[in-house]
């Protein structure tokens, strides 16, 4: 080969590329292309394996967000692109799911009627169905039993708060019960058939077993607090509450109200309903549209509220991020206004908001103390100061899922994704209205239920889904997945990290998974 300006070969021997010919000006400097050549291919691959590494580390920090997620309560267990009936639900199994009392090994067991109208604490595996343990509590009752499907009467209820595990139960056990009007007698109305025993009994909701129990009157009404059965009765002379230690037994107070006594010119009707619950640290009883709050001491904390005000109309219940008392009012002129209250029913420290409460099905806790309701427009507050955080143009329809940092919620045009400390829109789907069902996550997207009943053929050509769930991706926005409902489910409802299913063709209740 010449010495001058010519070709000379260089094989790369480090892989499986091919011989290449580079142009080398000889000169008598040692050729020092091959450990260049080397270094770049060393370089590309260093950058691969990188970019590699980033994308594990993406992955796992994804992952991680998940599991996460996971133990959070409300969001789903993980599943693909197929659901599937578990098994039919029994009636117990119906009671459990929205009555149940869960322990701290994880068992959940309510109050349960027979075919025969007994009545046992039950205690009923959720995925298999099979009964765990049940205790008896009240024998067979034929009026009872024949009206299975139309009439209430007893319940039980616990110490614990929102997303807390029991430690004790107490249930009210009385063989009286309202028999619901069905449609064949609705002329009848409801009818109340009177007890002729009612005990409350205490129990170890880990194993059923009864801790004690004595007897109350048929129209008594119960609640647990601080380690207290508070027992509330009322009649024509005074609503009186008195309290038992849940430990012993034994009796620690009593609380008398004559103003609260029941208006026997009213009527049978008039006047004559009266509520009885626990809201945080105090016990709230309602007459009327009046509310008065206990302490567990037996004092009188409130006897200002009202459920309603300006001829309106309202309602009272407990918030289920912090169990406290919330009151939403409905005026007469259309404003809709909300009442947080503290847990121990503070006046100083009511918070009043616009609007009315959206309840979080699931909260990550990624945006601390945020409340969000919605009239008009949808508002964002601070739970504790009632200062107002930001507001967003859009008209919430459904519940809210707080999640890595975003709002999610429905509108009455589809989905939308807030920025939850900003509220700035970050992305919207737009949704025909026959598709716009309850949102729920299994923490890898946001998952909407739809159960399309026909619609339109606009509405079909606009991309209405069909019954089922549709995957979005929480951070896009685009769409992941379409999970189609099984045969005979119509609609799905999702409650305590449960996808329940109804049937299209009988009134069967389904778990699906």
Not at 169 to 188: H, I, K
Not at 383 to 403: F, I, N
Request: hydrophobic share 40%.
């Amino acid at each position: 080969m010449a010495r001058g300006g010519g070709m000379q070969e260089v094989e790369l021997l480090d892989g499986d590329e091919p011989a290449v010919e580079l142009d080398v000006e000889q000169s008598g400097t040692p050729v020092r292309r091959r450990r260049g050549l080397r270094w770049v291919v060393a370089g590309a691959v260093a950058v691969a394996l990188s970019l590699a590494g980033t994308q594990w580390v993406v992955d796992a920090r994804e992952n991680a967000a998940i599991a996460r997620l996971s133990a959070v309560p409300g969001v789903l267990p993980a599943f693909g692109d197929e659901l599937t009936v578990v098994r039919t639900l029994t009636r117990a199994d119906v009671y459990a799911l929205w009555g149940g009392i869960t322990a701290a090994n994880g068992v959940s067991a309510s109050l349960d009627v027979a075919a025969d109208g007994s009545q046992a604490f039950v205690a009923v595996d959720r995925d298999s169905g099979e009964t765990l343990w049940s205790t008896p509590l009240l024998g067979p009752n034929a009026a009872r039993a024949a009206s299975l499907e139309n009439s209430f009467g007893g319940g039980c209820q616990s110490d614990a708060g929102p997303d807390e595990v029991a430690t004790v139960a107490v249930c009210l056990v009385t063989d009286g019960f309202t028999r619901y009007a069905t449609a064949e007698d609705s002329a009848g109305g409801d009818e109340r058939v009177p007890a002729t025993t009612t005990r409350a009994v205490v129990l170890d909701p880990e194993d059923g077993r009864v801790l004690y129990e004595r007897d109350v009157d048929a129209d008594a009404h119960l609640a647990v607090l601080n380690g207290l059965l508070l027992v509330g009765t009322r009649d024509a002379v005074r609503l009186e509450v008195v309290a038992y230690d849940l430990s012993t037994g034994d009796e620690r107070w009593t609380y008398d109200d004559p103003r609260a006594g029941m208006d026997e010119s009213a009527g049978e009707e008039g006047s004559q309903y009266w509520g009885f619950l626990r809201a945080g640290d105090v016990v709230v009883y309602s007459v009327g549209t009046s509310l008065g709050l206990l302490s567990a001491s037996g004092e009188s904390v409130r006897d200002d509220l009202w459920s309603t005000s300006d001829g309106g109309y309202g309602g009272y219940g407990t918030d289920a991020v912090t169990g406290n008392l919330v009151i939403q009012d409905y005026a007469t002129t259309g404003v809709q206004s909300t009442t947080l209250l503290a847990a121990d029913g503070d006046p100083d420290a009511d918070v009043q908001l616009e609007g009315g409460l959206i309840s979080f099905v699931v909260d990550d806790g990624s945006v601390p103390g945020l409340v969000v309701t919605s009239s008009d427009q949808v508002f964002a507050w601070d739970r504790r100061t009632g200062d107002p955080l930001w507001e967003a143009d859009l008209q919430a329809t459904g519940s809210v899922l707080v999640v890595r940092g975003r709002v999610y919620l429905t509108t009455g045009t589809g989905i939308a994704a807030l920025d939850g400390r900003t509220g700035a829109v970050v992305w919207t789907q737009d949704l025909p209205s026959s598709s716009i069902g309850a949102l729920a996550t299994d923490g890898r997207d946001l998952l909407l239920s739809s159960a399309f009943t026909g619609g339109s053929i606009d509405e079909l050509a606009a991309g209405a889904t069909a019954s089922g769930m549709t995957g979005y991706d929480l951070i896009t926005g685009d769409k992941t997945r379409f999970i189609p409902y099984p045969q005979d489910v119509f609609d799905v409802q999702v409650y305590g990290g449960m996808i329940i299913g109804w049937s299209a063709t009988s009134d069967d209740t389904y778990l699906l998974k």
